[in-house]
């Protein structure tokens, strides 16, 4: 489940139509899902962006998309985090954004979740946010700049056959939290984005493994997941990068040390009210 990227260095893609003025940001785990559609999302508003991560092709071919920097590495390695952001700081000359979006889930309950697997989880999905926001935190200090950080419902919501991939994502709500208190005196503001079911590449490959379990297709599979969230469908990618794509911005310059729910709803349905909404729904015949 993981395979560590080769390391084939830097690579560029300049856009002409981008000011030397403009925000840059690294985004992490950038080359698929969410930090893709982030990495768009940002591009699109005018930010000059380096997308980070293990696997050298879909890197480069969202980098070269928007025209922005690949930097392939691995963000549990503190040398690759400094390398991506010296590389960073070498084209672009400053930092004013950070998207910690890498993440991986492997499914079991605690008995079959090996340490190793514990281990690994929490290297990714925890370990690897401290230290890329540990290389680049001078430079956004600097800029003034923002991090979020990519969470799930997950940090606050349990659920099961999840333990390490919950633990990892609870724990990065707190890390970003400290980082708030501790950054934002000196104008570095920190918030963390909490998806629930969205259509990613992991998102798929979760639910094709259900769909082959009960015989039906991926779509039926996001639907009888999303069957209560009030919105009754998952996420797009490109909704969750938006929300990201704010808090970067100066239109959220007071949000600071907030778990942003982009979940359709899924946090606030009430599981002891679930049966009693559902008799209700088929009196009314919306259900």
Known sequence: ????????????????????DAPVAIVTGGGTGIGAATARVLAGKGWRVTVTGRRADPLRAVADEIGGLASVGDTGDAGDCARCVEETLS???RLDGLVLNAGIVIPGTVEETTPEDWELTL??????????????????????????????????????????YAASKAGLA?????LAIDHGPEGVRANCVCPGWTRTEMGDSDMA???RAH??????AYAHATQFVPQRRPADAAEVARAIA???SDDASYMNGALVNVD??????????????????????SG
């Open 1 to 20: 489940m993981w395979h560590r990227g080769g390391r084939s260095g830097f690579h560029l893609r300049a856009r002409c139509c981008l000011s030397s």
């Open 91 to 93: 084209a672009r000359g």
């Open 123 to 164: 290297r990714v999905n925890l370990t690897g946010p401290y230290l890329m926001a540990r290389a680049a935190m001078k430079h956004l200090r600097a800029a003034r700049g923002a991090i979020v950080t990519v969470g799930s419902v997950a940090s606050t919501q349990a659920s099961g056959r999840a333990p390490a």
């Open 174 to 178: 707190m890390l970003t939290r400290v």
């Open 209 to 211: 493994e259900y769909a």
């Open 215 to 220: 015989g039906v297709s991926v779509d039926d």
């Open 246 to 248: 704010w808090l970067l």
């Open 264 to 285: 359709g709803g899924t946090t606030v349905v009430s599981a002891g009210m679930l049966p009693m909404s559902m008799e209700i729904g088929s009196a009314d015949g």
